[in-house]
């Protein structure tokens, strides 16, 4: 079965730092791009960072970019999210997702993430 | 960056009802569209991809039509497991991947 774990969330205060993990089992984790996706409360899905398979292509959202930095680690078969200077509106749950192709920015080819993590909770307050 | 707009933002269905979820792009995406159903407190759930391909384990009361910028969402006999939040997913121009903002599907 594919699973997913997140791990790594918890209160954090503005300015601080927090590293989320995301344990993958069930598939050939570097055969997969993985995305990191989070929701505010009450609030909808928000892309935040993509990886490829082999960890060598990175993308992010704008409103993260040059403070997270998303890696893997095929070895241990983990996906992480370093997040640096959070701030609050980066309050949300987080969750992993598998790609079903090798690469992030592709033609022509449908891509789709499934399945996803069960989400960990990163609150930024003081 | 492509925007997705979704219509209506909620709505409230009885049992066994056909419901239907629209979903504009703000640039034509031929069918790299995707559907996801959210429960509360669990993670999303991909249900179509491709605009109209079912995904496996989804009940086939589930349907996605359209192709460009238009597209539609139909549970053909909404079932009390089905209410849920549902989102879709355009994949055409990535990244940024980009979520429409949502439709909730309530109990009337």
């Known amino acids: 079965e594919v699973q997913l774990v997140e791990s790594g969330g918890g209160l954090v205060q503005p300015g601080g730092s927090l590293r989320l993990s995301c344990a993958a089992s069930?598939?050939?984790?570097?055969?997969?791009?993985m995305t990191w996706v989070r929701q505010a409360p009450g609030k909808g899905l928000e892309w935040v960072s993509a990886?490829?398979?082999?960890?060598?292509?990175?993308y992010y959202a704008d409103s993260v970019k040059g403070r997270f930095t998303i890696s893997r680690d095929n070895s241990k078969n983990t996906l992480y999210l370093q997040m640096n200077s959070l701030r609050a509106e980066d309050t949300a749950v987080y969750y992993c997702a598998k790609s079903n192709l090798y690469i992030v920015v592709v033609v022509a080819a449908y891509k789709w993430f499934d399945p996803w993590g069960q989400g960990t909770l990163v609150t930024v307050s003081s | 960056d492509i925007q997705m707009t979704q219509s209506p933002s909620s709505l409230s269905a009885s049992v066994g009802d056909r419901v239907t979820i629209t979903c504009r792009a703000s640039?034509?995406?031929?069918?790299?569209l995707n559907w996801y159903q959210q429960k509360p407190g669990k993670a999303p759930k991909v249900l179509i991809y491709?605009?109209?391909s079912l995904q496996s384990g989804v009940p086939s009361r589930f349907s996605g039509s359209g192709s460009g910028t238009d597209f539609t969402l139909t549970i053909s006999s909404v079932q009390p497991e089905d209410f849920a939040t549902y989102y879709c997913?355009?994949?055409?121009?990535?990244?940024?991947?980009?979520f429409g903002q949502g439709t909730r599907v309530e109990i009337k």
């Open positions: 997913e355009q994949s055409y121009s990535t990244p940024p991947i980009t």
């Open positions: 491709a605009a109209s």
């Open positions: 640039q034509s995406i031929s069918t790299y």
């Open positions: 990886i490829s398979g082999s960890g060598d292509s990175t």
């Open positions: 069930g598939f050939t984790f570097s055969s997969y791009a």
